[in-house]
């Protein structure tokens, strides 16, 4: 690609509905690039590096929450996303707990019967009025659902949590434009959330209900070996609820997105359904949910000849890792045969998503609900609008039709 170099890079240039050509410029010309607020990097390699070294810190949450919003400034403290060893690894240990193989795949009966129900729900919806929002539908409540009852959150609670995730997500997404309320509104959710859950230890400690049968239960049940404080159960309970919740939405939406735009790849899954493992990896490396995450510089270091200092804020642009020829030949091309392993959708070294396991479950039985029960489905006419957030990137608007009736239970 010939042209002057690329100037700073900012996300509030790139084109959200397509930013991989943009990305594909900085990798060719200035892939290690001094850009607004710090360093990004657009490389695999570069990016796995970086990922994997201890010389990288998560370091602090972010910085524009204000002083105005303590409840929300102290639950996204509390993140373990935001954290560092040795802290990091004492709540990881037992988080992951919920998120092994075996208690995945107890899961999968029923994963399989939420994303049956909404699968008939939007079928319903699409018959009656032509067509319906996927996202609304189907990708958001679906992942919301999933980690409810890996929670423990009753069933009547659950369109409370969902409306409450999505106030949270005004201020802790990465959305480039906000409105002027969002950050009171994700004051207040902080501060519900908070006190649902301190009212749900009280409870079960009193009952000495639920103790090791679901997330909340595990926590509560070893206090004395985990050390972990009301504060930090309650935000890390907050934590697994919306990050479960956003980028399993996007990975869905943008899944079924690319596979409709490639009938032949879509039916060949329909065909054989053993093929959705590799395939879900093939839709992460893609299109990632993610598409940017964020590591400070512990140390002095060099990065593709560059010097990075100590302190520097180092952006990951992990989907144009996964679009980097050098790693997967012929990257724009969707296969759903390839070898994408070492994509980056889920991170890499130990910050590499813990709910993994669980996102990779969702995506194959829900995507499986969606093409075996909507028969026919299709985008509408209604082009896809997309949320102004390039970082937790997806659809904010997603029309589909269907030229059948789901198959219930499908």
């Given at each position: 690609m010939t042209g002057p170099a690329p100037g700073p890079f900012r996300t509030a240039d790139v084109d959200v509905a397509d930013p991989y050509p943009c990305y594909r410029r900085y990798r060719e010309e200035d892939p290690v690039h001094r850009g607004e607020g710090g360093w990004y990097l657009f490389r695999h390699a570069d990016v796995a590096r970086v990922l994997s070294s201890r010389r990288y810190g998560r370091g602090a949450?972010?910085?524009h929450l204000p002083e105005?919003?303590?409840?929300?400034?102290?639950?996204?403290?509390?993140?373990?996303?935001f954290m560092d060893p040795p802290r990091h690894t004492?709540?990881?240990?037992?988080?992951a707990k919920a998120f092994t193989a075996r208690i995945v795949e107890g899961l999968r009966p029923r994963i399989g019967e939420l994303?049956?129900?909404l699968v008939a729900e939007l079928g319903d919806r699409v018959a009656s009025e032509g067509e319906a929002d996927l996202m609304d539908g189907f990708a958001a409540p679906f992942p919301l659902l999933?980690?409810?009852e890996l929670l423990g959150v009753p069933k009547e609670d659950r369109p409370w949590f969902r409306a409450r995730a999505v106030d949270l997500q005004q201020a802790t997404s990465a959305r480039v434009t906000r409105g002027p309320d969002a950050f009171a509104v994700a004051e207040s959710a902080a501060r519900e959330f908070g006190a649902y859950f301190r009212a749900e230890f009280a409870r079960r400690r009193a009952e000495k209900a639920g103790a090791?049968?679901?997330?909340?239960g595990a926590m509560l049940a070893e206090p004395e070996r985990t050390g972990l404080d009301e504060d930090l159960l309650a935000a890390t309970c907050v934590h697994l609820l919306t990050a479960g919740h956003e980028t399993t939405t996007n990975l869905l939406a943008k899944g079924l997105l690319a596979l409709l735009a490639h009938p032949a790849q879509s039916n060949r899954l329909r065909a054989r359904p053993g093929l959705l493992p590799g395939a879900v990896e093939e839709l992460l490396r893609y299109d990632s949910p993610v598409q940017m995450i964020s590591r400070w510089a512990q140390e002095d270091d060099r990065v593709g000849g560059r010097v990075v200092r100590r302190g520097d804020k180092v952006t990951l642009v992990l989907g144009s890792a996964n679009r980097d020829p050098e790693r997967f030949p012929d990257p724009d091309r969707l296969d759903i045969h390839r070898d994408a392993r070492r994509h980056t959708g889920f991170g890499l070294g130990i910050h590499y998503c813990v709910g993994a396991p669980l996102a990779r479950a969702e995506a194959e039985i829900g995507l499986t609900a969606?093409?075996?029960?909507l028969p026919g489905l299709a985008l509408a006419d209604e082009p896809v609008r997309w949320a102004d957030d390039l970082v937790f990137h997806g659809p904010a608007r997603m029309m589909?039709?269907?030229?059948g009736r789901p198959t219930r239970g499908a």
């Open positions: 949450p972010p910085a105005a919003c303590p409840h929300l400034r102290r639950t996204v403290a509390n993140w373990m996303v004492h709540v990881r240990a037992l988080v994303a049956a129900g999933v980690i409810s090791g049968t679901d997330l909340i969606l093409l075996d029960g589909v039709r269907a030229d």
